[in-house]
């Protein structure tokens, strides 16, 4: 039997298991801390400097590392070394700066203050015009010290590039690791987990609400695939899908309203549509063969799935309330995992190419021009980053399963990869905090 469904797809490294599933209202950190190495070298890249901090290796987490690495992660800054004898009250010799080849300039101090919060101040300066861009100051709390690290790069990456930053936004992911499968939320550099879900049966297909305050996936935990929705916050949850046959694939509408899942409750593997609390079930497809993958448009106007109806799967759109489809990937005979970039721009997606070669392609939806951003064979689960400018997925390296991230351009890659677990179906968070 043919099947690409995102439950049974063969690819997946999710296998059925026993035992019972736990929803951590109280969220803990994760055991295992995640290793982020880049590599590329991006076409037009910022040159930047940023200083070690004053006085954060008295500090739980090194912030100018954090923010050095956000930035790099970008693709579009080049780090410049900076002595460590610089501060946020340093006055730069703003030539010897141009002589190094830097563009702009960070500094600043992290302290303790006696009730036990961080008090971190920065500058960040254009050496080029020899004037000061931020002056910034904050206090918080210990626990929210690698936050801050976050909004400090999304602060300098804005300013530097007129484009609102994407550090401290957050992720999705599930881990396997000693027959446990974990749903975990992150850092979208993939620290600072939390587990919002535990289970030995598997947990696919998470998917973000707009707002970031919850969190739609398929959980196999009473023997079959529901779709469960669950608040990040206090790990509350409902049942939405839970219909005879299989209940998959689930995708929150831009404004959030509704929610797109594949169910075969009528026989066949159909896109239904229905509110966000399971009501108003609508289905939305009819055609012959396997309809599967909803994603919606940036302005919730029209759905992309996966079908098979030609033959072979390929991604076709509908309009939002069903109806005639029409076909849009022509490359290939095997096309799936369709990914709306926020700004409408364009679809990432799996195509196979030869035998067993599962690469990320990236289509410009107006030209429909295709790029090909990766060269390994086993990848899976393109999201976007809330700015459109990057895209993490799921691959394999070294017989690991782990998380990549790309720029648009394919130059610029960096492997988040966890000790002693293999982790999969990422997806990327809005602007949410």
């Given at each position: 039997m043919r099947r690409f469904d995102k439950l049974m797809d063969r690819r997946l490294f999710l296998q059925r298991g026993l035992g019972g599933c736990a929803v951590l209202a109280t969220a803990f950190p994760a055991a295992a801390q995640f290793r982020v190495e880049i590599s590329g070298i991006g076409a037009a890249q910022v040159p930047v400097a940023i200083a070690r901090f004053r006085d954060e290796d008295k500090a739980l987490h090194p912030v100018s590392q954090i923010v050095r690495a956000d930035l790099e992660r970008s693709g579009l800054f080049k780090l410049v070394s900076a002595p460590d004898n610089l501060d946020e009250n340093a006055r730069p010799v703003f030539a010897e700066w141009r002589s190094r080849n830097a563009d702009a300039l960070a500094a600043g101090t992290v302290t303790r203050l006696a009730d036990g919060r961080y008090d971190l101040r920065y500058?960040?300066?254009?050496?080029?015009?020899?004037?000061?861009?931020?002056?910034?100051?904050?206090?918080?709390?210990?626990?929210?010290?690698?936050?801050?690290?976050?909004?400090?790069?999304?602060?300098?990456?804005?300013?530097?590039?007129?484009?609102?930053?994407?550090?401290?936004?957050?992720?999705?992911?599930?881990?396997?690791?000693?027959?446990?499968?974990?749903?975990?939320?992150?850092?979208?550099?993939?620290?600072?987990?939390?587990?919002?879900?535990?289970?030995?049966?598997?947990?696919?297909?998470?998917?973000?609400?707009?707002?970031?305050?919850?969190?739609?996936?398929?959980?196999?935990?009473?023997?079959?695939?529901?779709?469960?929705?669950?608040?990040?916050?206090?790990?509350?949850?409902?049942?939405?899908?839970?219909?005879?046959?299989?209940?998959?694939?689930?995708?929150?509408?831009?404004?959030?309203?509704?929610?797109?899942?594949?169910?075969?409750?009528?026989?066949?593997?159909?896109?239904?549509?229905?509110?966000?609390?399971?009501?108003?079930?609508?289905?939305?497809?009819?055609?012959?063969?396997?309809?599967?993958?909803?994603?919606?448009?940036?302005?919730?106007?029209?759905?992309?799935?996966?079908?098979d109806r030609g033959g072979g799967p390929q991604v076709y759109r509908m309009g939002a309330s069903g109806g005639n489809a029409e076909r849009v990937t022509f490359s290939g005979n095997y096309n799936i995992s369709p990914a709306l970039s926020p700004d409408g721009r364009y679809m990432a997606y799996i195509s196979r190419n030869g035998g067993n070669q599962f690469r990320l392609q990236l289509m410009d939806l107006n030209s429909g021009t295709v790029t090909a951003l990766t060269d390994t064979n086993d990848d899976e689960s393109p999201s976007f980053a809330p700015n459109s400018r990057l895209i993490i997925y799921a691959s394999r390296a070294g017989g690991r399963d782990l998380l990549m991230t790309t720029t648009l351009d394919g130059l610029i890659k960096a492997r988040l990869s966890p000790p002693q677990a293999d982790v999969r179906e990422p997806v990327w968070g809005p602007y949410s905090r």
């Open positions: 500058r960040l300066w254009d050496v080029v015009k020899g004037t000061e861009l931020i002056a910034q100051s904050l206090a918080v709390p210990k626990d929210d010290l690698r936050l801050a690290a976050h909004r400090i790069a999304d602060d300098i990456y804005q300013k530097l590039t007129g484009e609102r930053g994407i550090f401290s936004t957050r992720i999705a992911y599930v881990s396997k690791g000693a027959g446990r499968y974990t749903l975990f939320v992150a850092d979208a550099d993939g620290e600072g987990s939390r587990s919002a879900l535990g289970s030995a049966q598997p947990i696919i297909s998470p998917a973000w609400s707009p707002e970031g305050n919850e969190l739609a996936y398929v959980s196999f935990e009473t023997g079959k695939p529901v779709v469960y929705v669950q608040d990040v916050l206090n790990g509350r949850r409902r049942a939405v899908a839970e219909f005879r046959g299989s209940n998959s694939a689930p995708a929150f509408s831009p404004d959030g309203s509704q929610l797109a899942v594949t169910l075969t409750k009528d026989g066949n593997s159909e896109i239904y549509a229905m509110g966000r609390q399971g009501d108003n079930l609508r289905r939305l497809t009819t055609a012959p063969g396997i309809d599967t993958e909803a994603a919606w448009s940036s302005d919730g106007r029209s759905i992309y799935f996966v079908s």
